[in-house]
DNA sequence: GTAAGCCTTCCAACGGTTGGAGGGTCAAGA
DNA sequence: TCTTGACCCTCCAACCGTTGGAAGGCTTAC
């Protein structure tokens, strides 16, 4: 199976295949005699269980765990189970950051008119909010695990 | 007002007030003879806005609209409130999915626990979950404008 | 006068993904 | 057999938001 049929099969793009060979995350298929990427079955699995956790917000370096969880199915229970509840954790803790921010942005949208009269507690709430010697300067979204790019240009 | 007093009157990193008025989120500031950035107070409470919203998950490009219409004063807060909306769904929707994969994860860590043989199907059932095809491929953390980045480095 | 602490610009890196250039390979149809 | 078009290859650059560092200028206090 080349890396064409790979992607279809799998979800993931040609490209990111290419990336996830280069930074180790899988490991490097057999080539054609023309240097073609050749891939397997469970390749394409492995891809598919990859594209699925990305789809969640899972760092490379947390799907190397995942993977390793996955893969390894004959070892000691108890050690698969540490890396799967610290993986809950972490879910856990971003759904957690992400419902703070609708709750505070709902809460902001339920005294807001919505209206075509200017005022409005969003922006007010915005411009006054938070007194900034008390913010804690820490990485601002390393907590959510979720990417801002907004478009594919 | 330098730009230091300025950061730490907002909150706003001194390297990313440069990098704002660099791509022209902020207007580009009066300088002194030497040249150092000139802030007033006005400034210092746009930033604390662009900060506030940064923290809730609003996108560079989001945040433009945003500033816009907190500058506008005829603005209609209707406006507003569909852009807060808008985004409450997007984080909703992000939370749930991540609800439903520490579902899957806890579902799979409860199972394997003192479980030593190598069969485990409900790892196989989440390595294959998803259909491929029943994907569609689009901007995969665009709408919740929320970063990855899990470590300063 | 000198050291500390500002400030300036510029350049690079991160992660994850995409686009494109420039070129080789394969299968089908004329 | 020859061409065509769809594939494949590698490499390089860009995107976002943020940080770090280098190399140098300015201001202030001792």
Known sequence: MNIGETSR????????????ESIRLIKSPLRTE???????????????FIS??????????????????????SRASGDVKA??????????EKARALQ????TLQHLADHCQGDD??????IEGFAS??????????????????DPRAHSH
């Open 100 to 103: 703070a921010m609708s709750d």
């Open 117 to 122: 009269r200017p005022e409005c507690p969003i």
């Open 83 to 92: 890396i799967a509840l610290q993986h809950i954790d972490a879910l856990q």
């Open 129 to 146: 909010a938070v007194a900034p010697e008390a913010k804690k300067r820490q990485p601002r979204f390393g907590v959510t695990g979720i």
């Open 9 to 20: 099969a799998s979800g993931v793009s040609v490209k990111m295949i290419r990336y996830y």
């Open 52 to 73: 699925q956790a990305r789809d969640l917000g899972f760092s490379v370096e947390q799907m190397e765990d995942l993977l390793a969880l996955w893969r390894d199915r």
């Open 34 to 48: 023309s240097g073609y990427r050749v891939y397997s079955d469970n390749d394409v699995h492995t891809l598919r």
